[in-house]
């Protein structure tokens, strides 16, 4: 029934040439007026795809270049394997899992298992079960009076203002029904973050939004009024982000509604943009000094910091300061340098920060070199579409895993790259009230939870094939990655992991010669 309206336009059609041939009296061109217009009425009152709704009539022409992409797509254009950010091959079963339709593969895989960088997980011929509700972590260290049990899958930080109320509401509806949480971006806590009752992560960052002055400066009671809220779960001070760190924030002016201005307490009519640093702290003490503030004025709530690695010895100095003055944070989420965003300028997309998998390793050697691992948990993000991408993050330490496009695929981002120009076509990053309206909130919802559950059931199924029966029990050996056709290793050989405590002992070869001049009173 999908696509029968199309059918009965091409037959409608086909006849309108017959009658101009035969019967030429203009009668016949109701025979093609008819049927487009029963398409646009179908299009604008279903709630299924935004894309039809926003545009009537034109908008099914995606949906049949759909139906001949995948030869069109494999003999003229690309393969499902290619496309960036997210290929076809990844985007695909996003929105598969989200619809709950097949998202198995025919025909095996159509990836070159002997290429170099090729990486895959051992299985186990004792295969056991792992339960979907044991896979979540504790977040909260020493210090946190209200540690939270988070799902090892959540959604990363997307700020009101850059997506739009019905995204908002669609992912908080979702994290709701899942229950999992919703990181609120830098951009402040709205009523739409609110409305539906999903767990909240506060994203607090340099300019403030919801807890600032009108001068843009922190304001603790304004923090206390909002973070005492039973919804906000986490607070996370975000330091930097991987699409443009050490840039700051960019709203478009466009995208600047009375409503956002309110929330953010900024002018309209102006780009909103975020410094690029913190006032409130400038080095790591003061920084930690910070922490132990949020901290209290929450009523004792897990507060972490969310930064893309740039100097390495920045971190290994907020490192020290935690071991000298005994405030830790609780979690610690690293961005990649190759992080989404609504608008970076291109050069620091491309060519800032260290790249994720690289940074995560870098931060678990540094807090098990100084003993903190064990009170602070790992956090990551990175394009996580598959349960391979999940599990193989937790290998190399991550202990809760966060994604922000894959859930916008879920909502129905057909990844037009239009999301800093306020036109996006699906309603999904726009602030324009008419493409707004396409995405229905209700059934986007539910997809946003699908494609949460679905994920962490592969996520089940496939540490369960490995032989284990919890997500705890990932290290670095099971992850093996190919280095040429007759040389695979595991990244328990690839990388030298640091034991607990060795930092505090002895100082690391790559460090030695200036180890003493790092220190907690600056970022070096």
């Known amino acids: 029934m999908r696509f029968l309206f199309y059918w009965i336009s ?59 992409r995948p030869e069109i797509n494999q003999y003229f254009i690309e393969s499902n394997t290619d496309g960036t950010p997210i290929n076809r091959e990844n985007r695909s079963v996003v929105y598969q899992r989200a619809k709950k339709v097949t998202d198995t593969i025919p025909f095996g895989t159509q990836h070159d298992v002997y290429r170099e960088g090729y990486e895959f997980l051992p299985h186990s011929l004792t295969p056991k079960k792992v339960a979907l509700s044991d896979l979540r972590t504790m977040i909260g260290g020493p210090f946190c009076k209200k540690p939270y049990s988070a799902s090892i899958f959540n959604i990363s930080a997307m700020s009101y203002g850059s997506l739009s109320q019905n995204a908002i509401l669609a992912l908080n509806g979702g ?13 402040g806590l709205s009523s739409w973050h609110e409305k539906n009752g999903g767990d909240l992560i506060w994203q607090i960052g340099t300019g403030y939004f919801g807890c600032r002055d009108a001068e843009g400066n922190f304001n603790g009671e304004l923090f206390a009024e909002k973070s005492a809220k039973p919804q906000v779960k986490m607070i996370e001070i975000k330091l930097s982000q991987g699409a443009k760190p050490g840039h700051g924030g960019i709203l478009p002016k466009g995208k600047v509604t009375e409503e956002i201005a309110k929330i953010r307490n900024v002018p309209m009519g102006k780009d909103v943009i975020s410094p690029p640093g913190h006032s409130a702290f400038s080095n790591p003490k003061e920084l930690l000094q910070f922490v132990s503030k949020l901290r209290e004025l929450s009523g004792g709530k897990p507060i972490g910091i969310k930064l893309c690695i740039g100097r390495e010895e ?8 935690m071991v000298e003055t005994k405030i830790y944070v609780d979690y610690v989420s690293v961005d990649g340098g190759e992080g989404g965003t609504g608008a970076a300028p291109l050069e620091f997309s491309n060519s800032m920060g260290m790249p994720g998998t690289d940074a995560l ?6 807090l098990r070199g100084f003993g903190l691992k064990k009170d602070i948990r790992v956090l990551c993000s990175g394009k996580l579409t598959t349960a391979f991408g999940i599990i193989r993050l937790m290998c ?98 690839l990388v030298e992991w640091v034991p607990e405590n060795a930092w505090l002992e002895h100082a690391p070869k790559k460090w030695a010669n200036k180890w003493d001049q790092i220190t907690s009173e600056k970022f070096n």
């Open 361 to 366: 390793v870098f931060v678990v050697n540094c």
């Open 175 to 187: 994290a709701k029904d899942g229950e999992f949480a919703h990181n609120t971006g830098e951009g």
């Open 396 to 493: 190399l330490g991550a202990d809760v895993l966060y994604a922000a496009r894959p859930f916008m695929l879920s909502l129905g981002c057909i990844q037009a790259l239009r999301c800093n120009t306020n036109d996006c076509p699906t309603g999904v990053a726009t602030q324009d009230p008419k493409l707004v309206s396409g995405l229905v909130v209700t059934d986007k919802r539910e997809r946003v939870k699908n494609f949460h559950s679905q994920t962490l059931h592969a996520v089940a199924e496939m540490i369960g094939a490995m032989g284990l029966t919890s997500h705890d029990e990932l290290k670095p050996y099971f992850l093996r990655r190919r280095l040429s056709h007759f040389d695979v290793r595991s990244w328990e050989d």
């Open 314 to 321: 920045e971190f290994i100095s907020l490192c020290k300061a």
């Open 10 to 68: 091409a037959l409608a059609f086909i006849f309108n040439i017959f009658c101009a041939l035969y019967w030429p009296n203009g009668l016949y061109s109701l025979y093609v007026i008819v049927p487009l217009f029963i398409v646009g009425l179908r299009d604008i009152f279903q709630s299924k795809q935004a894309i039809r709704k926003n545009f009537p009539v034109l908008g099914n022409f995606r949906y049949l270049l759909e139906m001949i």
